[in-house]
């Protein structure tokens, strides 16, 4: 990576400063200091006043574990040098992490795709506005995108060199990731259930050094999360080792039956906006449902009546969480195949592909456009820019053959969305730490369109006619790595059919020791 910095010096030079200009740009202009934000900072200012990990309630300080360490201990760090609630300091340095995030995409794409992959990759990351608009706002996101892309990264170098070291760092970043939000978790399932994979193929010898591999990660990951543990069961008497699905506090009333009728029909943000949000504490309107929350005349009579006793307390207590569990219960028996596989791929379709513009000042409804004008094009835009970037990553995955160590970003991505279809709230920011994926497949694309034929993990349709005096093309690929081995398993030349690969990628063996 760094011999390709120092021959287009330049071109990284002005990359630089157009994203950190990009991401400046929102900071300046659409700063991101939601609800959400003032919880973590009243965290951090109690911590570092007060030292209890808490929120302030009417009277004292309360302990609580609704949110995971993370991103309070950057607050602290940060309140503690620039001022109390410098929430401004908070963004300028996430803009400087997303730059990281960049370059370490830039890193990934070099691994699986080529060394001319990193260009594409690297402008795709610095001027995507999703990504900068986040690094804008003080929520986890950006962190939480930087320590996700960091352990890929690490990963795929630990795949390659099979260091020791490589792999505790590739666990760190895994439990970075966790310290900052629950779903961080994914990554360490997603990297072991790798693993696995990779000891179904192996040899029994090599399996052993795979297996300890998984097992260095998995205490490296696990490890953080050891003090917050102990501080949950000794302040709280629980094994908390993560935090509360719901937000709750210890002993807080749980409405689950309202979560799972909301389950039988929410596929949008906008219904995330206007119904989940409400409750509690301010009113449902039966208006805003669409039609798939009723199966008839009757059960819309229900709900409606449903609503209004909740709307005349503001309130889901346990006799109408009861009648919420009913309810629920009747759609889903009513409709099974709609609940458990309909529904979740439309919730993961909508987080995927509208317009990321939730933490804008957009219509959320940008269906309807009804909004001032700016915004509407924003909207569009926003939207537009989205489809062309994910139709161009299908495009990548579809037309191009890659090296089998980015079946860990696909492992990543496939799990990942299947359990955001499980949610009550869809939001497209919980794919944001795909997003860097979506980047890379992209930029595949990008660099095939260009003529850049000689990567290492990317195996495109064999155009070439540059051929080595011994006969072997320009272009060498690596058809299959051993774990017990850093020497290739095999190299083959790209000619004019695809009976070359063929007869290298089946030909040969891993050597066994």
């Not at 919420?324 to 409709?335: D, G, K, N, V």
């Amino acid at each position: 990576m760094r011999d390709i910095v120092r021959k287009s010096p330049r071109f990284f030079f002005w990359v630089l400063i157009g994203a950190i200009a990009l991401r400046i740009l929102f900071v300046l202009r659409l700063p991101g200091v939601t609800s959400d934000s003032f919880v973590y900072g009243d965290i951090a200012k109690n911590w570092l006043q007060h030292g209890i990990y808490g929120l302030t309630g009417r009277n004292e300080i309360s302990p609580t574990y609704i949110r995971l360490p993370g991103y309070p201990a950057f607050l602290a760090v940060v309140f503690a040098i620039f001022g109390m609630e410098h929430y401004r300091a908070v963004l300028i340095l996430q803009v400087f992490v997303d730059i990281g995030t960049c370059f370490l995409i830039a890193d990934i794409a070099r691994m699986v795709i080529s060394p001319a992959a990193v260009k594409s990759a690297l402008l795709l990351a610095a001027f995507c506005p999703f990504l900068a608009n986040y690094s804008a706002a003080a929520l986890t996101e950006t962190w939480e995108v930087f320590f996700t892309v960091l352990a890929l990264d690490l990963a795929l170098v630990g795949l390659e060199k099979e260091h020791s070291s490589t792999w505790l760092g590739t666990g760190l970043a895994i439990g970075g990731a966790i310290l900052l939000r629950p779903d961080g978790a994914l990554l360490l399932v997603a990297v072991e259930a790798y693993f696995v994979w990779q000891c179904i193929r192996q040899q029994q010898k090599a399996r052993l050094r795979v297996l300890k591999s998984a097992l260095v990660v998995l205490i490296a990951a696990l490890v953080p999360l050891v003090p917050w543990t102990l501080r949950n069961l000794r302040t709280f008497h629980e094994f908390q080792p993560l935090a509360p699905r719901y937000a709750n506090q210890l002993g807080t009333f749980v409405p689950l039956g309202f979560e799972r009728w909301m389950r039988t029909w929410i596929v949008d943000y906008a219904s995330t906006e206007e119904i989940y949000w409400s409750v509690p504490g301010s009113p449902m309107d039966i208006d805003q449902l669409p039609s798939r929350a009723f199966d008839s005349h009757g059960q819309r009579d229900r709900t409606e009546q449903l609503l209004d006793d909740y709307n005349r307390s503001l309130h889901v207590t346990p006799d109408l969480d009861e009648r919420f569990t009913a309810l629920a219960a009747e759609r889903i028996h009513h409709s099974p195949l709609r609940y458990y596989l309909r529904l979740p791929l439309l919730r993961i379709a909508d987080m995927w592909l509208r317009p990321r513009t939730e933490i804008l000042p957009c219509n959320s409804r940008w269906w309807e456009f009804d909004e001032q004008t700016k915004w509407l094009v924003v909207n569009i835009a926003f939207g537009v820019l989205n489809l062309l970037y994910i139709a161009t990553a299908i495009f990548g995955v579809i037309r191009w053959r890659y090296a089998s160590s980015i079946g860990l970003l696909f492992t990543f991505l496939i799990l990942r969305s299947a359990f955001l279809g499980t949610l009550e709230n869809p939001e497209t920011r919980y794919t944001l730490e795909c997003y860097p994926i979506v980047i890379l497949l992209a930029a595949a694309v990008l660099v095939a369109r260009r003529g850049k034929v000689s990567p290492q993990g990317l195996i495109p349709s064999p155009q070439s006619d540059e051929v080595q005096a011994s006969g072997e093309s320009v272009m060498r690929k690596r058809v299959r790595t051993c774990s017990d081995s850093n020497s290739m398993a095999g190299r083959f030349a790209t000619g004019s059919d695809w009976v070359k690969y063929f007869i290298a990628s089946t030909s040969k063996r891993c050597p066994s020791t």
